[in-house]
């Protein structure tokens, strides 16, 4: 490899442009921004990259920077997270854990605090399986049968419920968005969960007091809707609240998640519901359940990687520098770049990647955080997502609630997702600058 380019090159970006245009092209073709499997669309920009960057470098220079991009610690480290994750995913849901959350749900909600349930139930779910879509498949057709009762608001159940799965997904140590804001910027999960903490959980409060307030102003009655028949297996919970203790402890995520699985197996054998050969396949059909976002993960990080060695991300960054003239507006920048990705793919974890890059870059040139940077990626694609009318979480809810809603029911109502919005740009406009800068970088 005979050149190192050091200065900005737009024409490097081309690749990434690519890649954009044909997942975004791909979902308004068929009206379904999942179709096209997001590694083939990654895959097209690769193909792009070394027939433009031949010009200068040898094909097999070009696979050598791209294996190298693939190679990355924090790539590895991000791919085989997901496969854990996977796992642990597919484990609680074998054993009945995510069962268990939804009886809760329909023996313990009452008709005044039912929109507030949802999205507690929902925010628990999302955060501890680290799954928004997951979330909105389980408790969408137990939502939809709350719809039902005379004088139910459809649209505030389904906003709560995307809500609170938004709320999970964004805070989730086990979530996809979570481990690639932090192991692209290179910091610890709970350093990245302290600041998160900061902005979600007071929306969240203010969230929940407003629904109870909607919900007492609405219905008169105090009944649940308990059923008789209804049990509820604690035990079937317990994986979940070990994830949940461990990672907030900050033990290593390897470790938290092995724990987890392992947890989910012996409630398994103890049930006699698994025997070692089941366990294994379960363990193994999550890995493949995974395999999607395990390539995007993987096929990103070599891309970045040419595209960075070729000047693409330097010209990026001095593009956007004539607007960042402050710490504040590189906080800006870095949100409205990955919150613009986001809206035109329709892709969280992907936005995040495709970002990455670029927000570390502005935030060692402004001294902003890795943890703070992984924070603003990871709240700002999530705010987007929510919205977003085509993203999985909304097409999910609104096909799964089974009732007359529109996206714009769900929009205006989504007081979460609006709330955590005014939240953000409070806390990194006026909050954060007063934290010392002795906390600001911890990783």
Not at 147 to 174: C, R
Not at 249 to 278: C, K, P, Q, R, Y
Not at 395 to 400: C, G, I, V
């Amino acid at each position: 490899m005979k050149r190192k380019i050091n200065f900005g090159n737009g024409l490097a970006l081309l690749p990434l442009i690519i890649f954009i245009s044909i997942f975004l092209s791909a979902g308004l073709i068929t009206d379904d921004f999942y179709s096209l499997p997001a590694p083939i669309a990654v895959l097209c920009g690769i193909i792009a990259a070394f027939i433009l960057f031949s010009y200068n470098i040898s094909i097999s220079d070009n696979i050598k920077v791209f294996i190298k991009g693939c190679g990355n610690n924090n790539i590895l480290t991000m791919c085989l997270i997901t496969l854990l994750a996977g796992a642990f995913a597919v484990m609680t849901k074998e054993i009945g854990a995510v069962n268990a959350i939804v009886h809760i749900a329909q023996k313990y909600l009452s008709i005044q605090f039912l929109y507030a349930g949802v999205f507690i139930l929902a925010s628990f779910l999302s955060f501890s399986s680290g799954t928004s879509t997951g979330t909105i498949t389980a408790l969408a057709p137990v939502a939809s049968g709350f719809v039902i009762f005379p004088e139910i608001n459809a649209s505030l159940i389904a906003a709560s419920l995307l809500g609170g799965a938004m709320f999970g997904d964004n805070l989730s140590f086990i979530s996809d968005t979570t481990i690639a804001a932090t192991q692209t910027q290179g910091c610890h999960m709970k350093d990245k969960f302290r600041i998160n903490v900061r902005i979600a959980l007071p929306a969240s409060l203010l969230t929940i007091g407003v629904l109870t307030f909607i919900g007492i102003s609405l219905h008169q009655s105090t009944n649940s809707f308990s059923a008789e028949n209804i049990s509820i297996e604690w035990i079937k919970i317990v994986p979940y609240l070990l994830v949940i203790i461990l990672a907030s402890t900050g033990t290593n995520v390897f470790v938290t998640l092995f724990l987890g699985i392992l947890a989910s197996g012996a409630i398994a054998f103890w049930e006699n519901t698994m025997n070692l050969l089941s366990f294994s396949q379960n363990i193994y059909a999550g890995f493949t359940q995974m395999n999607e976002i395990f390539l995007v993960f993987l096929l990103m990080g070599g891309l970045t990687y040419m595209i960075e060695k070729e000047g693409g991300i330097q010209f990026l960054m001095d593009s956007m520098s004539r607007f960042m003239t402050s710490k504040l507006r590189a906080k800006t920048g870095i949100a409205f770049l990955v919150g613009t990705i986001d809206f035109a793919i329709a892709n969280n974890t992907i936005a995040i990647i495709t970002s990455a890059p670029i927000a570390r870059e502005i935030s060692n040139k402004f001294g902003i955080s890795p943890a703070y940077t992984a924070s603003i990626l990871d709240i700002s694609s999530c705010i987007v997502q929510g919205f977003a009318p085509f993203g999985a979480q909304m097409l999910l809810l609104l096909k799964l609630i089974q009732t007359d809603i529109t996206y714009l029911d769900i929009v205006a109502q989504s007081y979460y997702i609006w709330i955590l919005l005014v939240t953000t740009i409070f806390y990194f406009s006026f909050i954060s600058s007063k934290i010392k800068k002795k906390e600001l970088f911890v990783s």
